[in-house]
């Protein structure tokens, strides 16, 4: 029995392959008709040696190591690897569900074409298989007759979850910079959560998520982040939960901030379930009870002259009464902003009583260290950028950032050099061509558009049908996103991709495929070659390896090696970029010789070392905030003291190198957001209060979260997601309408009834769970149902709740503001 180097228990070896006899045992407590057995789906004769192959998950972005247990060449158990900074041997409820990913029968089994040209939900595309080497040369005759006519800029490539260097870093970016496409690559980041990565980007700098030291922490302050359901990463969120709310002394005290009751807010001390939209407010609130009760850190943000405390309600301030030390703006905040907002005015705009704001920001002022976080529940509205500079703002006046127990970013890994240079192979049309004077079709980063905005996926569908970026897309590459269901107003993509020869990369027959003219079908995660920096994490480089369990079942390939190989047929020097590359796995092995010279903490030292051990990592982080001096590992410790302007261009990334109240980033755009937006541009930098502007009709909030099970859009497809997809309300089988007794008493609505939940965009019907769990203000239905495609468990599921969600979104960030939506709600 060939067992890979690992540490694996007798106990969990043992249940695992005596699992492999039964793996052809019925799925069973589902309650879903139509199962197969594992068995059923490949049934694979052998010598019954069991493997175990080191690997990393896909479910979800945190990227946990898994084991994958293999009998006869077939999967059957997938556990946390031990030795995995993230997984510690542990997985969390839809870790296991890989096999079912990799064995549904739905899937796609190989490359096909369309052959009725007429697109829509009531059109059979009527595919039909085709080799490989066809599907590559249909693509790449497309793409040369564009680039030859001198419009390569209508080619689009829209990407979901990018991985890593072997599929965007390396494979995707320089695709457009060397074909010439202002649309290569269009990521989905607006639908996620850029609304995050732009406020931060506003005030410390940093355009990215935060690593947080949550072990460390003794107060954490949770905006909209449901840290036991999903956020991310959830497997050891968990993990870290029963540490910091068992173990340690002092346990960390937690308080959530949320509109409805989940399963963070029920393991929370205290749970705050405010109107939708204030997070911000709250935040200010808070902000202000700090500064007023003298208890800001001021060893990072400063002090009086005199040394006293002149923060009064309603009171401006001199700004030269003040000294910041790392932080800049504060005392102009409190005279544009701040002075005002005291908890009472807060209780009249969030609902929460003032003396629970009061309390909670004297805990959260006085017990040290504290991170206030956020993510989606807060800045997915039109004032989330506000919202979101506000929540992040209370980290600088704690003295959170850099420091112990507080938050940071994330630093990347010791990569080796890409086995070609795409700067080596840009030819004319590359550096020069006309491609570069059209703006991206989603019209990011025009003064016509979202200039601010990293991406806008949302917008790209509604421009191709009305030209506004002066030109529309003849061709589009699809990989692991779904626009035709995932965004605001889907339809809108769907009649886009009626106007474009559209090219689909998923392994699932999702929407996007429905409409499609070319299916490329990439491997499942348990069948390929990929690498995977981590998501931002405790902030330590650590990057982890995707291998294939085993060979692909059917006739699919990996995207990367997909792209590399269209990109081999392209005319040019872009071709022989792509013929360097050459493969995945070749891309792989020249990214780990950066391991030869920066070896991991676990041994990693080469491509196999990487491959066995399936992660490399290299602990401490490098740099640490003490009492407000900043400091930089010197291989035994923090004690290289950090001058300016280091902090400042490894730091606090902004014009002043501090954290700033008052920004410099809006400063600089001040004209044009005011002109968009018509916000006052000499208070438009700092953080504030500002009404959502909700869309929709109606006297209820519409909340759409995620929950557990999401899986990223997949779990639809899964009977055992399914199953147990709701269960703080006891969803089963299908996801339930959380709405308040007071409002189903009053509209004769029973718990169960069938209900209609509408608004001026359309109307949908669930099933209604009549609970106290959730505000009377707001009617809660999980997105993940309503496909029209994706399987025969997904289709025809439930309800589609995007389809009575507007396309608004922030107009700096260009977050979708998923969140902000009215509704009506009766009985079906």
Known sequence: MEILKSKVSRRRFLQATGGAGAAGAVIGGTGIGGLQTLGEAQAAAGDGQTKINTSICGQCPARCGIHVYTT??????IYGNPEHPIANGKGCPKMFLGTYILYDPDRFKGPMKRTNPKKGRDEDPKFVPIKWEEAYQIVADRLNALRDKGESHRFGLFFGRGWGASDVGVN????????????????????????????????????SYSSYDYRNANYLLMFGANFLEAFRPYNNNLQTWGYIRGEKVPKTRVTYVDVHMNQTAAAADRALLLKPGTDGALALAIAHVILTEGLWDRHFVGGFKDGGNHFKSGETLDPASFNERWTSGLVEWWNAELKDRTPKWAEGVTTLPADLIIKTAMEFGTTRPAIALFERGAHTHSNGLYNGMAIHSLNALVGSLYAEGGLAYQMGPAYGAAPANPDDFLDEHAKNGAWKKFPRIDLQGHDDGYKLAKNMIQEAGANQLSGKAGYKLDTALFYMTNPAFSTPNARDWEKAMETMYVID??????????????????????ERW????TYPFQGWPLAQIRTPAIKPLYDTKTFGDVLIEIGKRIKGPTGEYYKKLDNVENILRHLAKGFEQTPGDNGVNSFETWVEKGSWYKKPYLWRQVRGEFFEWDGKGYNKPMKADEVKAKLLKTDSGKFEFKSSKLEHEAAWIAAKTGRDPKKLAFPQWEEPKHTGSGDLHFVTPKTAL??????????????????????????????????????????????????NLGEIEAVARVTELTRPDVVVLPFEYGHW????????????????????????????????????????
């Open 505 to 526: 990369t998923s392994p699932f027959p999702g929407e996007t495929a429905w409409l499609a003219d070319l299916i490329l079908p990439d491997n499942t995660y348990l």
């Open 530 to 533: 990929q690498d995977a920096p």
């Open 72 to 77: 006869n060449g077939r999967v059957h158990a």
């Open 172 to 207: 995707i970016v320089p695709f457009g910079k060397l074909f010439g496409s202002p649309n290569v690559p269009i990521g989905h980041s607006s639908i996620c959560s850029d609304g995050s990565v732009v406020a931060k980007q506003c005030t410390d700098g940093n355009a």
């Open 710 to 759: 999401h899986c990223e859009g997949r779990g639809a497809n899964l009977p055992n997601c399914i199953a147990i997809f709701q269960p703080t309300v006891g969803g089963r089988t299908q996801a339930m309408a959380e709405l308040h007794p007071s409002v189903a008493g009053a509209k004769g609505i029973r718990d169960g009834d069938r209900i209609k939940i509408k608004n």
């Open 789 to 828: 495609a994706m399987g025969r468990w997904a289709k025809s599921r439930g309800a589609h709740v995007d389809s009575i969600v507007a396309q608004q979104s922030d107009r700096v960030t260009g977050m979708a503001n998923y969140y902000t939506g009215k509704v009506s709600v009766e009985k079906a």
